[in-house]
């Protein structure tokens, strides 16, 4: 069942153009990643899926009502956690973890308390007081200690430590198994890997790619180290070869996923020594992705 | 030494003022040109002797004292427009350049550190003290360019009586005083972890020394040199020349800067030298409401002008005694102020009374809505929408906030002057009278109140336009009169419309109309707030 879908999504401050035509759709008991470089529109799309930002155009809708109109509604049954959390500062932790859930409609204090114990958190500080992966702790407890259907994350991990981020991977996991959604908006790609069942990559206010990892990595290359009996002609004419490279006798470089059937059956004709591949790494795919087409063509035309 | 202090103090004064620069100049241009135009618009006033001497009367009182400092002698009066002048002019000069200095300080000393701008420019290459320093230096150029700027331009507009060297002092000791507010903000900065506690600590303390002064000149003169306010009305400008009160402001400013050079020395940075409390594990079911959350976070200030209030018109209060005897004893003064022989001048007194403290009322019933909008800049308003609470029912309880802190203020202000006044007056102002000349204001403020959340909720880029207008106000209250503004300019501001209790009588009318506008602007503001973008 359709949780969160977006259509046509566009959003314009003053002349510039942060959204154009965003489509999204995140499924129930789905952990949708949400990637994208700098300034792509990340926060943008989310702020509107909050109903915080009027899209110029285009509609949203989550739990099948409008992001805009139903807004405080639909928040009944959502948890939000933002990348930069900001607090009041003479409250104290303890205070804002409790207004948070109040304002979420829930009040699950054994929930809280268990949180509060696996994010070590001191909740009697002043949030002034509160370094910025602290702050980060307030909002993901009180996030997860309410029974929310749709988490929203927007950079949720930024300034935890690594064991933090473990315990934030564990939350993750666990309200997906409990037939929760999760929309996760992030830089570190090992943590999407880890937890997304679907990815979308937005760049420049467009969405440019969709799907599952698996789909998504169907459309990457695949690292070749090869040594041959004979050298190989015109390797660099064919198609969907890329990033020559050279070293004594190995040849290394990369082929498109679509064409390795026609470039395997060419190269064997010149007797194989040695034949290693690596699987695409996630890392190259987004690359590609964020740096744009212009750019890894030039790429390709610099090499050798 | 010099490198590991000071280093790059010369590039972060001309940052520093070119991020101030447009405050610096609003403030000096108004505060020039408000001086100027007040000055120029004297000898047309009080053209000859005798229109002088009948004013002198009126000023030779314990209210006039209290309120203004301690005034000339007769003879001075009716010598010099300028003693006149400087008498009604002086103190509030100082006290607006007082408030300048503060806010300047302020902003470029502990908000910039409490946001992290100079924990970004600690870590270039620069002394500990520069950007401590960089900021002094703009305050003092700002104060000494204000000082040059009013003494010449007073001297060049060549009025009888405001002669040069008595301009060049006026103009000293504004920028003096300014210095000593400068210098003591300095020192809260250290003293306060946060910008909020900064500004409220040196605010009190302009009060206080507004306070000490006033109680001094009236009753004890000793008491008013420990207010540095004391200092500043006892210059004597444009009679004695007396330039003593501006070497001790000076003096004063310097040593007090230099305590806070050697705090600030000797503090890690973002610290305090006042340590913030523990807080609580959890929040009361007080907090945990829409309202109860808004308030919390505005309690202290709304404490702080409920007490600053209170003491305020408990000491006009106080001096409402000393007024009446001394009205008492000079029966003809009657004839001078309108005798409308139902009202006791006292009672008369009473209504320009009410109308300034209103207007100061007014001021942290804007601030409680305003809060909302400097919650938005600060990011803090995505806590409550992206949760499940209605932009309706916050701004709702930002405006029932403000609704109920002006009638806290109004009452704070009319128990002030009727407990107080009631122990020393041989005819007490009666409960009902002073109450209702307080409560009359309430409609007045719920307009520009309800004007506040119109900017918030409409043109939130515009909110700052409601302090142009509450200054509007006062100086139609303060200097309506005294310029001859015509009367569509007094009809522009709305606390023109209230009528003065007790000398005129209540109009429910004017109530009501007030009333409904306050209604109409807030719906419009509701309306947009429900329809715009937040920004964070
Ligand atoms: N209120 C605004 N006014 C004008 N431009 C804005 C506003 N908010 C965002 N933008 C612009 O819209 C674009 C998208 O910003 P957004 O914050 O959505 O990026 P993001 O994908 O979240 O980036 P990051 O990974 O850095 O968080 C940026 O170019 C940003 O400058
Ligand atoms: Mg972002």
Redesign the interface.
Known sequence: MTILKATHLTKKFGKFTALDGVNMEVNEGEVYGFIGPNGAGKSTTIRILLGMLKATQGEAKIFGKDVWSDAVDIHKRIAYVPGDVNLWPTLSGGEVIDLFMKMNGSTNYRKREELIERFNFDPTKKSRTYSKGNRQKVALIAAFASDADLFILDEPTSGLDPLMEHIFQECVLEAKRAGKSVLLSSHILSEVEKLCDRVGIIRQGKMIETGTLDELRHLTRTNLTIETKEPIPSLKERKGIHNIEKNDSALTFQVDTEEMDAVIRYISEFGILKLESAPPKLEDLFMRHYQGAEHSKSRVEGSL | MGTQYFKGTKTLTRFIFRQQRFKILVWLISLTVITLSVAAAYPSIYKDEQSRQAASFTMDNPAMIAMLGPGYEIDEYVNSVGAMFANEMLLFTAIAVGIMSILLVGRTTRADEEDGRIEMIRALSVGRLSYASAAMIVIVSTNILLAVLIGVGLASLGIEGIGVEGSFLYGAILGATGLVFAALTAIFAQAS??SRGTTMFSFMALIIAYLIRAIGDVSSEALSWLSPLGWTVRTGVFAGNDWWPVIVSFVFALVVGFVAFYLQSIRDLGSGFIA????????SAF??TSLG?TF??QR?NIIAWAIGLFLLSSSFGAILGDLEAYFADIEFMEAFIEAESDYSLTEQFLTLLMAIMSLISLIPAVMVILKLKGEET???T?????????RTRVLGSHFFLAVVVSFIMQSLVALGLWSVSGSVMDEPLSFVTTFSSAYVYLPAIWVVVALTILLVGAVPKLTGVVWLYVVYCFVVVYLGDLLDFPVWMNNLSVFSYIPQIPIDDMNVMTMGVLTLIAIGLSVIGFTGYN????A?
Request: proline fraction near 0%; charged fraction near 35%; glycine fraction near 6%.
């Open positions: 972890e946060t913030a409390r523990k807080g609580r594990k959890n929040a907090l945990q959350l919390r976070l202290t600060k990011n803090l995505e806590n409550f929408y992206s949760r499940a609470v209605s329809k715009r973008d937040i964070g």
